[in-house]
């Protein structure tokens, strides 16, 4: 079992930037990592995603803001967030996929607002 937390959430104005950090309890060196959002109503959907190759993809939304890395030395992911808008207010959530194994953090809460 592997258990994911997120840290670095937080208010942050329009425009600013955020660093969100996944921290999971054991080597991530064999699994695609993600970082998916739900907002309030609205289904969880994928932010961006690096394999365990490092190739990574992002949904279109986030394309030229959002950078998403790992460190698989320090078993943890990274989605660095910046031109932060108020509709990236959401819940972020890291995720562990390795075939058709799946594992979920807790979830860091964004809110973009002036």
């Known amino acids: 079992q592997v258990q994911l937390v997120e840290s670095g959430g937080g208010l942050v104005q329009p425009g600013g930037s955020l660093r969100l950090s996944c921290l999971a309890s054991?080597?991530?060196?064999?699994?695609?990592m993600g970082w998916f959002r739900q907002a309030p109503g609205k289904q969880r959907d994928l932010v961006a995603a690096?394999?365990?190759?490092?190739?990574?993809n992002y949904a279109d939304s986030v394309k030229g803001r959002f950078i998403i890395s790992r460190d698989n030395a320090k078993n943890s992911v990274y989605l660095q967030m910046n031109n932060l808008k108020p509709e990236d207010t959401a819940v972020y959530y890291c995720n562990a996929r390795h075939s058709l194994v799946a594992y979920w953090g807790q979830g860091t809460q964004v809110t973009v607002s002036s």
């Open positions: 690096i394999t365990s190759g490092g190739s990574t």
């Open positions: 054991t080597s991530i060196n064999i699994w695609n």
